[in-house]
């Protein structure tokens, strides 16, 4: 298994924007080797008064999965277009999976 996580820092006050353009099946759903995405909010003490906090994560059945998806046209047609005006900062990072108890979370 192989995941891909992005931290998403977005504008105080639009975090409920984000959520929505998220909440809606934009292609990656139909993406041979896609397993699941989650959306991930900071709350508690520790989230920052500048800036909202998330974790997108997408998990796959292999690296080779997500190259091909973000080489795909569908993935170029879901990030075309200049980035939303609530978007501070945007971080990927790419993870095997070396251990994993249990199930991830079920598709909403």
């Known amino acids: 298994m192989f995941i891909s996580m992005n931290r998403v820092r977005v504008k105080p006050g639009t975090g409920a924007r984000f959520e929505e353009r998220l909440a809606h099946p934009r292609g990656v759903e139909q993406a041979p080797g896609f397993v699941s995405l989650e959306l991930l909010r900071l709350t508690g003490p520790e989230q920052p008064q500048d800036h909202e906090d998330y974790i ?7 690296r080779e999965d997500f190259v091909a998806w973000t080489q795909s046209e569908a993935f ?7 980035p939303a005006d609530f978007l501070l900062s945007n971080e990927v990072g790419e993870y095997d999976v070396r251990i994993a108890r249990g199930t991830p979370a079920p598709k909403p």
């Open 76 to 82: 170029r047609r879901v990030h075309a277009g200049p």
């Open 56 to 62: 997108i994560l997408t998990r796959w059945n292999s």
